[in-house]
């Protein structure tokens, strides 16, 4: 089971064919507007004194919006733990989860949302599910905004789909190390359009601030160590082929130095992501643009 989850508005009318996707990150508020006919639009609104509502609601008031639209919550926004899949029937396991996960999230139970997506099972045949929570509060505020909108809100995700839902579909494993401004850094090993590995690295959420001479001491050689750990996992853990390609998302100037080194500690090749051509210099908006993706995400992720 997928995490996108959908929220459909009562007695809505026709869906519109047009997407648009909202990226919440700590400092900013990111959407992506892609027509039907392939025109995009980009634009970031500052979130002050941490109003991010009043932000939602200065991007959905911004004329000719009518779409599709898909929200990435911010890192802050949600939380995600890994545990075994209760032994309960299918209809069962959300209800379950809930009281499963309280002990591991700080989200009170009764102003808790969830969801989860299956990932491999583990050697040894253990079935691991990654169980997604929110606050209720939070998103039905988010939700509020939108039905005071002429945006449909289809989706609400989290920043692992939205980079995940950029990777075209492929047999072979392709690790991404991704990145919103001023956010961490999320590794990601997507195959078969399916998450297959996600971690979230700390310490990195000012990575643009970083010189060339202050990322060669230290933050180069941690990178590599926590791609090595990563790779080890995806190898020995879930039995897969080694990671032949390592491809970068970062909103940084230092991407192609970083890259080159990331390729000489790791030896895998290492490359910026390639956007299409759409999307050339918006690496900043990356999120959003995954965010208008996530449809065809579905479609991968079931092909």
Same mark, same amino acid.
């Given at each position: ?39 995009f ?7 002050t004194?941490?109003?991010q ?7 959905? +008031? ?5 779409? @599709? ?6 890192? +802050? ?5 890994a ?66 909108s ?12 939205a ?29 078969h ?22 990322? +060669?001491?230290?933050?180069?050689? +941690? ?53 299409? @051509? ?26």
């Open positions: 089971m997928s995490f996108i989850t959908k929220i459909s508005k009562l007695f809505a009318k026709t869906e519109p064919r047009h997407q648009l996707g909202i990226a919440f990150r700590q400092d900013a508020l990111a959407f992506c507007f892609a027509s039907e006919q392939g025109q639009q980009y634009q970031q609104t500052p979130i004194n941490g109003e509502i009043a932000a939602l609601a200065q991007v959905l +008031s911004v004329d000719n919006l009518s779409s @599709q639209g898909h929200v990435i919550l911010a890192p +802050s926004q949600y939380q995600i733990v545990i075994d899949k209760p032994d309960v029937p299918e209809n069962e396991i959300i209800s379950a989860l809930k009281w499963q996960v309280k002990e591991l999230v700080t989200i009170a139970p009764e102003d808790m949302i969830l969801d989860y997506f299956s990932g491999p099972t583990l050697a040894g045949g253990a079935e691991k599910i990654n169980v997604v929570c929110a606050q209720k509060s939070f998103l039905k505020s988010v939700v509020e905004e939108f039905e005071n002429a945006v449909y809100l289809k989706t609400i995700a989290t920043e692992e789909f980079f995940a839902s950029l990777v075209p579909f492929q047999e072979q494993a392709v690790m991404l190390l991704c990145q919103q401004p001023n956010e961490e850094i999320v590794i990601l090993i997507v195959k359009g399916c998450i297959y590995f996600h971690r979230r690295l700390r310490g990195y959420a000012q990575l643009s601030a970083k010189s060339i001479e202050e990322l +060669s001491f230290g933050a180069i050689d +941690s990178l590599s160590l926590e791609i090595q750990r990563s790779s080890d996992y995806f190898e020995r853990q879930l039995k897969q082929a080694p990671i032949k390609e390592i491809q970068l998302i970062l909103p940084v100037k230092t991407q192609d130095f970083i890259a080159t080194k990331l390729a000489e500690n790791t030896n895998t090749p290492v490359k910026a992501f390639e956007f299409d @051509q759409a999307h050339l210099d918006k690496t900043m908006y990356a999120a959003a643009i995954g965010a208008t993706m996530l449809n065809q995400l579905e479609v991968k992720a079931n092909a």
